[in-house]
């Protein structure tokens, strides 16, 4: 019988190896006289060739930089269903995702999707992530649920890593019925509010626009407390945080609740098929909720570390009848050089070619050399944090030695006077 759980258990296309599974027949906006699903791609192309240079060229240097990353995080399948099928969109939001990317990652941007520390997630956002702060839960319908706890953080959020976390939840997490339809939102607020940077606004406006998913609907929760005339705080920040959603999402947003308190808010989010049980029992919610959201970071992170040394070469889009082979010919969005063929395939033109050959495996090799210096700063930095905790331990055992020490020496010098003083004359 299969486990039932409310929690994510459905692995991104990267994981499951079989990128046949989807179809673009199945796509919302399909032209049933397109037959190809190249000629798909080839209007991807067509419209992110026309955006501007500063947003398609972090696509482009991704595509040629790891070819087999980008067909699989971010398969345009997702985009064109959060898009609702218009291609148009559906390409702008996926140069945008990887424009972003790089935003909110740093150098970190070209690595993997995952949290097994080798990955676009640092150390900070693992244990962020692990935290509980914003967890992914699905429920049995099908229909996924982001839930918000900043009470969870010990400390204030550095800059983006909400952001970060929820690149991660988009990229690894979502199944195919919430690239369509949108996730809800539960957000629990406290008396101490949320743990919100100083451009959480823009930080927002960055995430409706790139990621292959769409906010559907949003309760915040309000904790419990005893502390009297807190709870006009609460339903401060709880109107800030609608406010600046709906500034970014009006039409998804629009019907976003602001309940009056926590039995209110579950009674509104049962009213939208949201059980407690999916919630955590800080708000009557589940006493297991803890335990299940540990299991899925355990079952991610098997799922990731059993990837990790393995290539994904699948076709970017397989034909719609009949499994994929392996595509080891680099094809897809970006541009992609070619060697020239037949009669024009003369002395100057083969020149050229190998200019440009040359020129990509250059870009390439250095992206990979950054990659790598990132890797490597992380080994520095985790054995500097490791040699700094054994330099403290050294410390301690120093102290209890010197204890041990002087306890030695007095015991010693007691028993010495005691012996001398029953020897003497009386």
Same mark, same amino acid.
């Given at each position: 019988?299969?486990?039932?759980?409310?929690?994510?258990?459905?692995?991104?296309?990267?994981?499951?190896?079989?990128?046949?599974?989807?179809?673009?027949?199945?796509?919302?906006?399909?032209?049933?006289?397109?037959?190809?699903?190249?000629?798909?791609?080839?209007?991807?192309?067509?419209?992110?060739?026309?955006?501007?240079?500063?947003?398609?060229?972090?696509?482009?240097?991704?595509?040629?930089?790891?070819?087999?990353?980008?067909?699989?995080?971010?398969?345009?399948?997702?985009?064109?269903?959060?898009?609702?099928?218009?291609?148009?969109?559906?390409?702008?939001?996926?140069?945008?995702?990887?424009?972003?990317?790089?935003?909110?990652?740093?150098?970190?941007?070209?690595?993997?999707?995952?949290?097994?520390?080798?990955?676009?997630?640092?150390?900070?956002?693992?244990?962020?992530?692990?935290?509980?702060?914003?967890?992914?839960?699905?429920?049995?319908?099908?229909?996924?649920?982001?839930?918000?706890?900043?009470?969870?953080?010990?400390?204030?959020?550095?800059?983006?890593?909400?952001?970060?976390?929820?690149?991660?939840?988009? #990229? @690894?997490?979502?199944? &195919? %019925?919430?690239?369509?339809? $949108?996730?809800?939102?539960?957000? /629990?607020?406290?008396?101490? +509010?949320?743990?919100?940077?100083?451009?959480?606004?823009?930080?927002?406006?960055?995430?409706?626009?790139?990621?292959?998913?769409?906010?559907?609907?949003?309760?915040?929760?309000?904790?419990?407390?005893?502390?009297?005339?807190?709870?006009?705080?609460?339903?401060?920040?709880?109107?800030?945080?609608?406010?600046?959603?709906?500034?970014?999402?009006?039409?998804?947003?629009?019907?976003?609740?602001?309940?009056?308190? #926590? @039995?209110?808010?579950? &009674? %509104?989010?049962?009213?939208? $098929?949201?059980?407690?049980?999916? /919630?955590?029992?800080?708000? +009557?919610?589940?006493?297991?909720?803890?335990?299940?959201?540990?299991?899925?970071?355990?079952?991610?992170?098997?799922?990731?570390?059993?990837?990790?040394?393995?290539?994904?070469?699948?076709?970017?889009?397989?034909?719609?009848?009949?499994?994929?082979?392996?595509?080891?010919?680099?094809?897809?969005?970006?541009?992609?050089?070619?060697?020239?063929?037949?009669?024009?395939?003369?002395?100057?033109?083969?020149?050229?070619?190998?200019?440009?050959?040359?020129?990509?495996?250059?870009?390439?090799?250095?992206?990979?050399?950054?990659?790598?210096?990132?890797?490597?700063?992380?080994?520095?930095?985790?054995?500097?944090?490791?040699?700094?905790?054994?330099?403290?331990?050294?410390?301690?055992?120093?102290?209890?030695?010197?204890?041990?020490?002087?306890?030695?020496?007095?015991?010693?010098?007691?028993?010495?006077?005691?012996?001398?003083?029953?020897?003497?004359?009386?």
């Amino acid at each position: 019988m299969k486990k039932s759980s409310c929690f994510s258990d459905s692995p991104n296309t990267a994981e499951t190896g079989n990128m046949e599974a989807y179809s673009f027949a199945t796509t919302p906006g399909w032209d049933e006289d397109e037959k190809s699903p190249r000629t798909m791609i080839q209007q991807f192309e067509d419209v992110i060739d026309q955006m501007e240079d500063d947003v398609k060229k972090y696509y482009y240097i991704a595509r040629e930089t790891i070819p087999e990353l980008v067909a699989t995080e971010t398969d345009p399948h997702k985009f064109l269903l959060a898009a609702s099928g218009d291609v148009k969109s559906a390409a702008e939001r996926l140069a945008t995702y990887w424009m972003n990317r790089h935003y909110f990652f740093g150098d970190r941007w070209l690595l993997p999707m995952t949290q097994t520390g080798t990955g676009c997630l640092s150390r900070e956002d693992v244990e962020n992530l692990r935290s509980g702060y914003i967890t992914l839960v699905t429920l049995e319908d099908g229909r996924q649920l982001y839930v918000t706890d900043a009470t969870r953080l010990e400390n204030q959020v550095g800059f983006g890593v909400r952001e970060r976390l929820s690149y991660y939840f988009a #990229t @690894a997490g979502l199944n &195919e %019925r919430s690239h369509r339809e $949108g996730v809800d939102s539960a957000i /629990l607020v406290g008396p101490r +509010g949320l743990a919100n940077d100083e451009r959480f606004t823009e930080n927002l406006k960055r995430l409706y626009t790139s990621l292959p998913v769409l906010p559907k609907s949003m309760v915040t929760v309000p904790i419990p407390f005893t502390t009297a005339g807190r709870e006009h705080l609460i339903e401060f920040f709880s109107f800030m945080l609608v406010k600046s959603n709906e500034t970014m999402s009006p039409a998804t947003l629009a019907g976003t609740i602001i309940p009056s308190s #926590t @039995a209110h808010a579950l &009674e %509104r989010l049962e009213g939208i $098929g949201i059980h407690r049980m999916h /919630l955590p029992e800080k708000v +009557g919610g589940s006493p297991y909720f803890n335990e299940k959201f540990s299991e899925w970071i355990r079952m991610r992170l098997s799922i990731e570390d059993a990837m990790s040394g393995v290539l994904p070469l699948q076709n970017l889009l397989p034909t719609l009848g009949g499994p994929a082979r392996p595509d080891r010919s680099n094809k897809g969005l970006s541009e992609i050089i070619r060697r020239p063929s037949g009669a024009k395939f003369d002395k100057n033109a083969k020149e050229e070619y190998t200019k440009k050959r040359n020129a990509m495996y250059a870009r390439r090799r250095t992206q990979k050399f950054k990659i790598q210096q990132v890797l490597l700063q992380d080994q520095v930095d985790s054995l500097c944090a490791e040699n700094k905790r054994l330099a403290g331990d050294n410390k301690k055992l120093e102290l209890l030695l010197a204890r041990a020490n002087m306890e030695i020496s007095f015991s010693t010098l007691a028993c010495t006077d005691y012996g001398t003083s029953t020897l003497d004359p009386i």
